[in-house]
């Protein structure tokens, strides 16, 4: 058996109160994660105005604040792939001035990629076991169906 360097485990146990349904801010974490790969607001336009992405992310972020154990142990430094993303994070606002398109930079900086680092700092934090992997490539999976569906009906180019 190989063991993995490099993981921390936290002070604290998450364990969801009832084995049947997750935790609120794993519900709120995988259907932030559907709404980013399934965009429902490109099938019905009238969802835009919802800002679906920013609201369940926002509620994402804020059950993940919330949720038991420190901010350190939320975002720990040990670890070195959430090392990595933070000096990704650095050098993205730092070369932000000097960048041949600085406002499209600040427009890119803010719409995708915060979405993206969040995203990856809340699968970190609520993917614990494999049945949350499990669970969250199921929601990846209806995600890319809502994708799909769409453009099988509207046929032929």
């Keep these: 058996m190989r063991v993995m360097t490099g993981t921390v485990k936290p002070s604290y146990k998450m364990s969801p109160k ?3 349904w997750p935790p609120f801010g794993v519900v709120l974490f995988l259907l932030y994660a559907w709404i980013c790969v399934g965009r429902p607001q ?3 336009p009238q969802l835009i105005v919802l ?3 920013l609201l369940t992310g926002g509620l994402a972020l804020l059950a993940w604040l919330h949720a038991p154990g420190r901010f350190a142990e939320k975002i720990s430094l040990d670890t070195p792939r959430v090392r990595d993303v933070m000096i990704l994070i ?8 000097v960048s041949i398109w600085p406002a499209h930079s600040i427009l890119f900086l803010f719409n995708v990629f915060w979405k993206t680092v969040l995203l990856f700092f809340l699968v970190i934090y609520w993917c614990r076991t494999v049945h949350d992997v499990r669970r969250l490539l199921w929601v990846y999976c209806l995600g890319t169906v809502c994708l799909v569906i769409p453009g099988v009906l509207s046929g032929p180019l």
């Design 18 to 20: 009832s084995k049947a």
């Design 51 to 53: 800002r679906l992405g």
């Design 42 to 44: 490109e099938i019905v």
């Design 90 to 97: 650095g050098l993205a606002v730092i070369t932000v001035p």
